[in-house]
């Protein structure tokens, strides 16, 4: 390389590339913007202006003129990690104290052969949510729905503290067996995830339940309920969908497996 | 001549430790999800294992390849000692210090987000922590090749930058300026959330400022390949490079052309406007410019190392290319898988097109094949390359250096057909079991098996090519003549002042970036209504 300056007088160079950037911007940007949606058969833009702003992404906002009413009442309740705060002592002490009156059929302790949910060591987050959608009536129970009446908010995140403060039940799987294909694999080609996705023994999402230890005619009649639309308390239908393409053999394998208990 | 041997080492046996791991997982993958293995018990583990995989081969393994290339360039092409020294071995640090902080969750489970992120879902701190330190170590680096050229180009105003060093910081430039949508959408979205300042994201603006980096990315991996094409083939075939000019306004189109295009990655998203989507497109297309001049130039540049051979007729030169020579073979496998990836490709920049294969596996089959397999052979080359310079010892096992170039290009072809073909298929992405045994995915498992098959490959190459560096670090010691780089068939004396600076083609692709992302990003930005709870991934929980 013999050293000799680089060629003076680069404006050429400069002129050229921002000349030649500009005609390529342009021209895809009236193509982009304004030509293509225009030229489109049956265009549903009346204007210039209307292409143009439908193509950069502006959404017209209309005025809602008519809701689907499904015909019942649905859960009200936005589930997040913050939707409760860390349990104070005194929350589960008045949660403990309120929890008195379910203990005919929950337990002394949230255990219990009742074939009601067991509750020791629930997801605070799962049993907040359903009291509230007892007391809304998104979800609907002889004996819970009287029982909700007269519990404030507060009430009901103190029971939710306190039964989520007792020890959990551990899973127990016999290790002879597998665990059902339903609950590890779900069944992709129907669109059901897999139980252990949000349930346990995979993963946990916030609002869903602890099933390990869950007495299986509960679980059997809730996922039956779902089947059927009789339950309707699920977010976007996410349980119905699943319960509607389980086979009664996988809704038993299902409730069994989680029922395993020493 | 190297005056800093074990910094480059360092960089070099870092990146390759990772991708050997990462290689690792990736076949692992692919024989977990084929017919061949049951359903994976735990899907989790299948997802932890993309994301190991996807973050160490895109942003760590390229990353140091680059740097440590980026170093020996400018070593041996200024001619001078690396101005900066410290701040390299800073930036070295960084990287690797934020690959473990990175890795180390990933591994637990903690952040099995796959390494393009995907919020709504949330992972670990530390994962993102860690990517922020290898982004800011590799920021060390560009702002060293740019210190370093420009000194050196105040102590030599007379001559025009050498082509290599141009090529290098252009390279460096462009991650500079493409890092910068990522580092925003991680600084400004995920970190708050993922250290739970915010409970909400909008998760379509991050997919945006995520494409900002997205495409670029693929030219900064790009970046060290096409380099060693102009740089290193021509000299080490025993021949001439056909046009200096033409390899520097390839490398300043780069700069301008592949950043404001990542919107084509984002042909299903509906918060960005069509418009936009079709402006991307035709700005992914126009990367076919410097492309073609790449392949127009260094076939002509083979072409003369043919003649100079003694090569004849229209086709007939290509007989009398060194096939022997690893660099000759590395330049041909590397054209050839470029050639089918960027046909493929362009499926995938056309808006209409590429709906027929969106979020398929021919996405996946497609960048392997540009990035693991165009791009990833020539890294090989270029380590075999610049070995003896960095060991002080010869590389002796040529046989073995061929055999496991030619893996690798058999590996990857048997790879990636079958996996762009299941693609066509309709075979989604991103799933950890099939359930083949139903009619309608039953036609994808023979050519799954395959995939699997090319992945075997891939690994025992992988593990040769580690052989053959290990035992060049065992070969007896010799001085090796002073390295080289490609000479022009006319070596500039002159070059246009445009082709010897960097202000134009950097101060067009910022503009560009506002032309094209100003609007989409600002549009989100300012809308109340884009954003979504977080999904906490945790697998402990």
């Known amino acids: 390389m013999s050293p000799e300056s680089p060629r003076p007088g680069s404006n050429r160079w400069v002129a050229a590339a921002i000349a030649i950037t500009v005609l390529i911007a342009s021209l895809s940007i009236i193509v982009g913007f304004a030509w293509l949606p225009i030229a489109e058969r049956d265009s549903p833009f009346r204007s210039v202006w209307d292409a143009i702003c439908s193509s950069a992404g502006l959404v017209r906002t209309r005025p809602i003129t008519e809701v689907v009413n499904p015909g019942y009442k649905t859960s009200t309740v936005v589930v997040s990690l913050q939707m409760l705060p860390t349990a104070t002592a005194e929350s589960i002490g008045r949660g403990g104290t309120l929890a008195a009156r379910c203990t005919m059929c929950h337990g002394a302790r949230g255990v219990s052969d009742a074939n009601t949910p067991n509750l020791s060591g629930q997801y605070a987050p799962a049993i907040y949510k359903q009291l509230r959608d007892f007391k809304s009536g998104a979800r609907t129970n002889a004996i819970m729905t009287p029982m909700i009446e007269n519990l404030s908010d507060q009430d009901m995140r103190d029971l939710a503290a306190y039964y989520a403060y007792l020890p959990r039940l551990h899973p127990y799987h016999s290790s002879n067996e597998p665990a059902p294909q339903i609950v590890i694999h779900g069944a992709p080609m129907r669109n059901i995830p897999p139980c252990a996705a949000c349930h346990g023994a995979i993963g946990y999402k916030v609002g869903t339940e602890w099933l390990e230890g869950e007495s299986p005619v509960y679980l059997r009649v809730q996922l039956e309920a779902f089947a059927s639309g009789e339950r309707h308390n699920d977010i976007s239908e996410q349980m119905r969908n699943v319960a509607r393409g389980m086979t009664r053999a996988e809704i038993e394998r299902a409730a069994a497996y989680y029922a395993g208990q020493p | ?541």
């Open chain 2, 1 to 541: 001549m190297l005056h800093h041997k074990r910094l480059v080492l360092a960089h070099f046996w870092l990146a390759f430790g990772a991708f050997g791991l990462a290689l690792l997982l990736g076949a692992w993958q692919m024989w977990v999800r084929s017919p061949l293995h049951p359903w994976i018990d735990n899907p989790e583990h299948y997802y932890r294992s993309v994301t190991a995989h996807g973050t160490t081969m895109g942003y760590v393994f390229p990353t140091l390849v680059a740097m440590a290339f980026g170093y020996a360039v400018t070593e041996l092409s200024l001619k001078r000692s690396l101005i900066g020294i410290r701040w390299a071995w800073a930036g070295w640090i960084l990287v690797a210090l934020g690959t473990v902080t990175a890795i180390v969750p990933v591994s637990l489970g903690l952040s099995s987000v796959l390494y393009t992120f995907y919020p709504p879902m949330i992972g670990n701190p530390f994962y993102y922590i860690g990517l922020v330190l290898v982004v800011v170590g590799s920021w060390i680096w560009v702002a060293l090749m740019v210190v370093n050229v420009y000194a050196w180009k105040r102590a030599n105003p007379e001559v025009p930058v050498p082509l290599p060093m141009y090529a290098s910081v252009v390279g460096s430039l462009l991650w500079g300026w493409t890092a910068v949508g990522a580092a925003l959408e991680l600084v400004f979205q995920i970190l708050p959330a993922s250290l739970g300042l915010t409970h909400t994201i909008d998760a379509g603006l991050a997919r945006v400022f995520f494409s900002w980096t997205l495409h670029a990315i693929v030219y900064f991996w790009l970046m060290p390949a096409y380099i060693a094409y102009y740089t290193i083939v021509p000299r080490a075939i025993g021949g001439r490079l056909f046009s200096d000019s033409m390899a520097r306004l390839a490398f300043a189109l780069f700069l301008v052309v592949a950043m404001p295009i990542g919107i084509h990655h984002l042909f299903g998203d509906p918060q960005v406007g069509a418009g936009f989507k079709f402006v991307h497109s035709v700005f992914t297309a126009l990367v076919a410019i410097p492309t073609f001049l790449t392949v127009f130039t260094i076939t002509a540049s083979v072409e003369i190392a043919a003649r100079l051979r003694g090569g004849k007729g229209a086709l007939g030169w290509l007989k009398a290319l060194p096939w022997q020579n690893p660099m000759m073979l590395a330049v041909a496998f590397s054209f050839v898988m470029l050639g089918f990836g960027g046909a493929g490709g362009l499926i995938n920049m056309s808006y209409q097109l590429d709906q027929s294969i969106h979020n398929t596996q021919w996405v996946t089959g497609h960048f392997h094949l540009i990035f693991a397999g165009a791009i990833v052979v020539m890294y090989f080359a270029i380590a075999y390359d610049l070995w003896p310079h960095l060991t002080g010892r010869a590389l002796a096992d040529m046989g073995m250096i061929r055999a496991q170039l030619w893996t690798w290009f058999i590996g990857m072809i048997v790879l990636t057909f079958p996996w762009h073909w299941v693609g066509i298929l309709g075979m989604p992405r991103r799933m950890a079991f099939y359930d083949y045994s139903n009619s309608a995915l039953s036609p994808e498992a023979l050519s799954v098996v395959a995939s699997v098959i090319g992945g075997a490959i891939l690994v025992v190459s992988g593990a040769l090519f580690i052989t053959v560096l290990v035992r060049g670090h065992l070969a007896p010691r010799l001085e090796p003549p002073e390295y080289r780089f490609s000479v022009a068939v006319h070596p500039p004396r002159t070059v246009p002042a445009a082709l010897n600076g960097f202000g134009l083609w950097v101060g067009l692709m910022l503009t560009l970036t506002v032309i094209n992302y100003g609007f989409p990003i600002f549009h989100l930005m300012f809308r109340s209504d884009t954003s979504v709870p977080i999904v906490h991934i945790d697998a402990s929980r």
